[in-house]
Nanobody, 119 residues
Framework: QVQLVESGGGSVQAGGSLRISCVVS?????MGWFRQAPGKEREGVATINSALSTSYADSVKGRFTISRDNAKNTLYLQMNSLKFEDTAMYYC????????????????WGKGTVVNISS
């Protein structure tokens, strides 16, 4: 059974930093972070492929960094200069295949970790 387990979410003040992690039970070319704020649709935050090529949503460029440690089967998202609007449930996702875009359909999803930013 494929499992993606997120951790590291929490509450932090605006301007602060947080790193969330996701342990994945499978290896896939593409992994990514997505988020869904209350009352809003889910959106892509960042993706990374096996060649370590990354893509970011414009709203997080320069503030967030996605990385992966294949030896540990772990995906990370370092979030700096956090803003109130970054408040959301953050989901880890993975997919097979060569494409790794923010708008690709992902094959597997975690259950999410909550990130709450106070202003």
């Amino acid at each position: 059974q494929v499992q993606l387990v997120e951790s590291g979410g929490g509450s932090v003040q605006a301007g602060g930093s947080l790193r969330i992690s996701c342990v994945v039970s499978i290896y896939t070319n593409c992994m990514g972070w997505f988020r869904q704020a209350p009352g809003k649709e889910r959106e892509g935050v960042a993706t990374i492929n096996s060649a370590l090529s990354t893509s970011y949503a414009d709203s997080v460029k320069g503030r967030f960094t996605i990385s992966r440690d294949n030896a540990k089967n772990t995906l990370y998202l370092q979030m700096n200069s956090l803003k109130f609007e970054d408040t959301a449930m953050y989901y880890c996702a993975a997919k097979y295949g060569p494409s790794c875009r923010l708008y690709d359909a992902m094959d597997y999803w975690g259950k999410g970790t909550v990130v709450n930013i106070s202003s």
